[in-house]
């Protein structure tokens, strides 16, 4: 099969070969993100109880097809390597890595003169990245996906190139106003690197909250280069906030138990009954999840303790069973992530 081959240049010196394109991007694991009625993993019995993810629901990538005059290939063909021309001036001035690539290659002189390699980049991410470079404004659309601006953040970055995109980038951001995640998912992670890497507190701050109080297991980076340090903090906040909410639920039956701070035995008998009971319910009963709490989150045991408390509460009123304030306690601790601590 014969090379695709792009122009962005006519007159470029420079070809660019492209190795392996459109090599997997930001690989995951769908049982990480399932939102379903999990258990903890100290309840198995050696059979892995998280879901198989259903086949209807796997995601299923959709490829904008290339602007026109550009080659498109069959949907079952594979290929090797792809091939464009460029500009080895638009090159220079907006990237330090080209520059010094091209500063190292041969005399630049005729077309297609210098070939300089590249590896695994999303073909579309990369020849939007490079019409960027060209100042060719109206090859570029108006709205991308979060998948696609998530690719050209990570090419951008690998280039250097960060202060070119400040237009395209803050124009595409504003498109996706009503089309950020909500939910703890991949987009969730592509979206935090996307604020990380443009530098977008407040959403930065958003949408790691979402992802400290939904994420069912250790937090990924899905290999983009989300600084290291990000994610260690996003798996110990995580950490922090169930292993609260458990001591909660653990100290609150042992109260219980020994019969204390009830107004009544009566009322402990039955708080007791139905703590026990909702802690079977929810495989907390037998032995007490350790971390990194594998398919627990925040959100659940949450559900767990507010399930507990509204059958109580029906039958008591003691002060010591409320755990509206001690939740409260812990929710004033908790925010998302304050991006300047990164910085």
């Given amino acids: 099969m014969d090379q695709p081959f792009y122009v962005i240049d006519p007159d470029g010196e420079v070809d660019i070969v492209l190795a392996n394109p459109d090599a997997p991007f930001a690989v995951f694991d769908e049982n990480e993100f399932e939102q379903g009625d999990h258990r903890p993993a100290v309840e198995n019995t050696g059979k892995d109880s998280r879901r198989r993810p259903r ?6 990538r959709k490829r904008s097809p290339p602007p026109p005059g550009e080659p498109m290939r069959a949907a079952h063909q594979t290929t090797k390597s792809v091939r464009i021309r460029v500009s080895a001036k638009h090159l220079s001035l907006s990237s330090p890595v080209f520059r010094s690539l091209l500063s190292t290659s041969a005399t ?20 939007l990245f490079l019409r960027i470079l060209h100042c060719q404004h109206h090859y570029l659309p108006r709205r991308v996906s979060i998948e696609m601006l998530a690719k050209i953040a ?6 250097g190139c960060k202060f070119v995109l400040a237009f395209f980038s803050e124009r595409w951001i504003r498109a996706l106003a009503y089309k950020k995640p909500s939910r703890y998912s991949r987009d969730m992670i592509l979206w935090i690197w ?15 909250l979402i992802t400290i109080v939904q994420s069912i297991g250790p ?3 899905l290999g983009l280069p989300i600084p290291a340090r990000i994610i260690d903090k996003l798996n110990e906040s995580r950490e922090w906030l169930i292993g609260s909410i458990l001591e909660m639920l653990y100290e609150r039956r ?3 138990l020994n019969g204390t701070q009830t107004c009544r035995p009566e009322c ?4 007791l009954r139905s703590l026990m009971k909702r802690m079977h319910t929810h495989g907390l009963l037998k032995k007490r999840p350790k971390a990194p709490y594998l398919s627990l989150s925040c959100q659940y045991l949450t559900g767990v303790v507010f399930e ?17 304030s001690r939740l409260g306690d812990v929710g004033n601790d908790l925010m998302g992530l304050n991006l300047d601590m990164f910085v």
Avoid: H
Wanted: aromatic share 14%.
């Fill in 55 to 60: 086949e209807k629901n796997r995601r299923k």
């Fill in 108 to 127: 630049v002189a005729e077309k297609g003169s210098v070939v300089v390699g590249a590896d695994g980049w999303d073909v579309q991410a990369f020849i």
């Fill in 154 to 159: 990570l090419i951008s970055d690998y280039y």
């Fill in 194 to 208: 996307i604020c990380w890497y443009f530098q977008l507190a407040k959403e930065f701050q958003r949408a790691t």
């Fill in 219 to 221: 937090i990924p980076s």
């Fill in 254 to 256: 042992k109260i219980l």
């Fill in 268 to 271: 402990g008998s039955m708080s």
């Fill in 308 to 324: 507990y408390e509204k059958t109580s509460s029906s039958t008591c009123y003691c002060e010591e069973i409320d755990f509206d």
